[in-house]
């Protein structure tokens, strides 16, 4: 009994040995790390601001700065904090940050004197950049400048476009000149615009209305004046020939439009009295409510035809279709591409894109509308003249061309 | 009473009993959501009361929203909030600090112009409003439509029709680049209107409408995707948010 006694105190003895011998190795180890640890960490190095470049082409109040930072820190720094001053010794303002491993910074400053981020043009700017690792330490740069931005009175980026509009302008006064002089502008048919009259007569035998749909374009829209113009030849042939009218609109400053534009048809027409503001009304400026107002017009009114011309975006389908189950004959033209196809496959006759326009020009026969449109033509060849050229010097390896029509905002 | 008459009666008293019954399980808001979109997808069968209810609510509740959001979010404080800030400071105290800008006078004149159609005598002066607002658009769309659609697109068409990468030649590349220049200046000439498509001419403007309506068919299939997608939308608040078969 006493030798197990003993056996066990000196098991124990020796179990104590070993665990206050791992003990103490473990807290040998610990202390080693803890003094690895403590070991001051190597601060990162400093930004070097390298330039400040004033943009070109605008107002000013505008500089890119760059700066420089050893590849192999990229990866430990976290962000670059950016400041600015009036004087090397002044009160530098934070103004915003760069993530780690971006070398450069757009300072937009504002031009207004009263803002906290004025940045006047012509005088001397300071930087500094602060790196700041990932372990927190901030390294700040050398005070970089003195840099200066200033305001430009032309933007040369923009030359394309001022040529552009030079030229289109001396075609569209010299081919309005010529209409006016009384030259015949040959204008190419336009299937959709030759049915026209087509639509109103059978409108007309058939008793039924006529529906104008002029989009959820505003009045200023391209799509809409063009339209305008059309609704106003319409207009004057359904009024001569005695047919009902609905001119649903979306856009109230468009429908007060299409009320004079009716109204001035009529009075050509020589039947005023047969006009009332209630012939173009408003809706809803709401898309999808227009359209159901519309197609419960369409069901209920059944018009023989149907015109959908000016600006149209999700609704043109929904419009098409309600109006091919009645049997209209359907008239579309819109400016926007997305929503040509859908027009296509359900009206009779589709305008596409600039035919809109030139529809308007070939009703009208108004010189300005014809001017405008010949310089159109004119604008047309010279792209397919600028593209072909284009291409053949790009195939001689003269990117300077290409580089011309470049137009940088 | 005839067999049609009758018919509606039963089926009113059905949508009446099924709305019921749905606000007591659903709740009015879903309830509401859940029939006014069937009454306006019954419009698929033909017109009937039930879409004609609909799309009048649609409608009016729409125009009235609208005029009361053009009231609320331009009005006051796009142009009371600017001509004289603390006379909105009840509505949006964020401006009342704001300092005034007179310049604000203009719309306000031109508004005022605009509701002047509403005399018989004066609506003559609306015009010039109208005209203001046509001309100021026009001149800055000509810039802005000549710089994007016009020069850029131009910018864009050149290129190389003759098309390598690191291994040589690429067919695709090449391909591609003559269709996409072949197609834009046949698709220019499409869009000539003073001159008579025929000849050389006509043959360019025919393969110009060609490209136009693979154009076109492409875009409906991208299109008709969706709005598909619109659709899947009304069917999840149909048969989750209401029936609760989606969960």
């Known amino acids: ?409 | 009473m005839n067999a049609g008459k009758l018919l509606s009666y039963i089926i009113l008293a059905i949508v009446v009993i099924a709305f019921v019954v749905s606000i007591a399980l659903k709740g009015f808001l879903v309830t509401v959501g859940a029939f006014l979109t069937l009454f306006i997808f019954s419009f698929l069968y033909k017109d009937n009361p039930y879409y004609k209810f609909a799309e009048h609510l649609f409608v009016g509740a729409s125009a009235a929203y609208w005029m009361s959001m053009g009231f609320w979010k331009t009005m006051v404080p796009n142009l009371f909030g600017k001509l004289y800030p603390p006379m909105v400071a009840w509505a949006v105290p964020a401006l009342k600090n704001n300092p005034a800008q007179p310049l604000m006078l203009i719309p306000l004149v031109l508004g005022i112009l605009l509701l002047m159609r509403l005399s018989s005598k004066a609506g003559w002066i609306s015009r010039w409003a109208l005209a203001f607002i046509v001309g100021t658009t026009a001149g800055l769309n000509l810039v802005r439509y000549l710089r994007s659609d016009f020069i850029q697109q131009i910018n864009n068409t050149v290129f190389s029709l003759y098309v390598t990468n690191a291994s040589g030649f690429d067919l695709g590349a090449t391909i591609s680049n003559v269709i996409i220049f072949g197609g834009v200046i046949c698709g220019l000439i499409y869009f000539f209107f003073s001159k008579e498509h025929k000849g050389a001419f006509g043959a360019g403007a025919r393969t110009g409408i060609i490209v136009l309506m693979i154009t076109f068919g492409a875009s409906f299939g991208y299109t008709v995707m969706a709005r598909i997608s619109l659709l899947v939308g009304r069917m999840q608040f149909l048969f989750g948010d209401w029936l609760g078969m989606i969960r």
């Open chain 1, 1 to 409: 009994m006493k030798d197990r006694l003993k056996l066990v105190v000196f098991l124990t003895v020796i179990a104590f040995i070993i665990q206050a011998t791992v003990a103490f190795a473990q807290s040998e180890g610990e202390t080693a790390d803890s003094v690895i640890s403590e070991q001051p960490v190597t601060p990162p190095p400093k930004p070097v601001i390298v330039s400040g470049e004033d943009i070109p082409n605008d107002n000013g109040h505008k500089l890119k700065l760059n700066w420089e930072y050893p590849a192999e820190w990229n990866d430990s720094i976290v962000r670059f904090e950016i400041y600015r001053a009036d004087s090397p010794d002044g009160d530098f303002r934070r103004l915003g940050e760069a993530a780690g491993g971006i070398f450069s910074y757009l300072d937009i400053g504002s031009k207004k004197k009263d803002d906290p981020n004025y940045m006047p043009n012509d005088q001397n700017l300071y930087y500094r950049v602060d790196a700041v690792s990932k372990s927190g330490v901030t390294v700040q740069s050398e005070i970089g400048g003195p840099f200066q931005t200033s305001g430009q009175w032309f933007h040369k980026g923009k030359v394309p476009v001022l040529i552009g509009v030079v030229l289109f302008a001396i075609f569209t006064i010299y081919f309005i000149r010529s209409a006016r002089k009384g030259k015949d502008l040959y204008i190419r048919p336009l299937a959709g615009i030759e049915a026209v009259d087509e639509a109103i007569g059978r409108a007309t035998e058939m008793g039924k209305p006529i529906l104008y749909v002029l989009g959820i374009g505003g009045a200023s829209d391209i799509a809409t004046i063009a339209s305008f113009t059309i609704l106003g030849r319409v207009a004057k042939k359904v009024a001569e020939y005695q047919t009902a009218l609905t001119v649903p609109c979306y856009d109230p400053i468009v429908m007060s439009v299409a009320q004079d534009v009716v109204r001035s048809a009529y009075l050509e027409a020589g039947r005023p009295d047969q006009y009332s503001d209630d012939l173009v009304f408003f809706v809803t400026n709401a898309q999808f409510a227009y359209v159901a107002g519309i197609n419960g017009i369409m069901v209920r009114d059944l018009p023989a035809t149907n015109f959908y011309l000016g600006y149209f975006a999700a609704e043109s389908l929904i419009l098409a279709e309600t109006g091919n189950s009645i049997g209209a004959i359907q008239i579309a033209g819109t400016d926007q591409i997305t929503q040509i196809p859908f027009f296509v496959v359900a009206c009779d006759y589709t305008l596409i894109g600039e035919e809109l326009y030139a529809a308007s020009a070939y009703l009208g026969r108004d010189p300005l509308l014809l001017g405008a449109l010949k310089a159109e033509d004119w604008g047309k060849a010279i792209a397919m003249v600028l593209i072909i050229v284009g291409v053949l010097a790009t195939a001689f390896g003269w990117d300077a061309f290409r580089e011309f029509l470049r137009v940088n905002l």
